[in-house]
């Protein structure tokens, strides 16, 4: 004899629920942390290379001075540019993952008419991969250009000579364009495993 065991009503919606604020509030949370630390570096390297210029002068050579250095290294400007690009699209994805966490509360609604409709769930699921994969797309470059323009530099710097051009030196505040990159790549990374964790489900 076989006893049909019939799952409660509105179990699988409970579940879908759950799994929705998970993927939610986590990629929500880590996005935003990750977005924070982005920006903050973001600011850093462009405030710092305008204010922090030095004249260096040649030992042994009073009275004369090089001329200051361009506010920007040559070409990391375009690894800003990417970086930029890269955390606009991923405050796009924060918006996402809130509008999960919306999704979630409205299925754990008694009601069965304030629930989204499947299709609109998946919509935003897909969209969510998507922007994901296209900000992954642009830090990358932004990172492999940050990282060009960094290695050029070291190889033109002659080996166990004095460097007097401001512009040939690589400083801290060049690489912060490239750990920028590297974080957003990290978030958006972030955004899409956890949309896809729920798309698979």
Not at 26 to 42: D, R, Y
Not at 59 to 81: D, E, K, N, Q
């Amino acid at each position: 004899m076989q006893i049909n065991v019939e799952k409660p009503p509105g179990t699988h919606l409970e579940q879908v629920a759950a799994v929705l604020r998970l993927a939610g509030w986590s990629s929500l949370a880590i996005q935003i942390g990750l977005a924070a630390v982005s920006g903050v570096l973001l600011l850093l390297a462009i405030s710092g290379r305008t204010f922090n210029q030095a004249i260096v002068a040649p030992p042994g050579v009073p009275g004369t001075s090089l001329p200051p250095a361009r506010p920007t290294t040559p070409g990391l400007g375009i690894g800003v540019f990417w970086a930029v690009c890269g955390l606009c699209v991923l405050l796009f994805g924060i918006y996402l993952a809130f509008r999960l966490i919306r999704f979630s509360k409205r299925l754990r609604n008694p009601k069965p008419a304030t629930h989204p409709k499947r299709a609109k769930v998946m919509q935003v699921l897909r969209l969510a991969v998507l922007t994901g994969l296209v900000g992954m797309l642009l830090t990358l470059l932004g990172t492999g250009t940050s990282i060009g323009v960094l290695l050029a530099k070291s190889v033109a710097q002659p080996q166990g000579v004095a460097i007097y051009d401001p512009n040939r030196i690589i400083r801290s505040l060049d690489v912060l364009v490239a750990a920028a990159n590297t974080t957003g790549v990290t978030a958006h990374f972030v955004g899409t495993v956890a949309s896809l964790a729920v798309c698979t489900r």
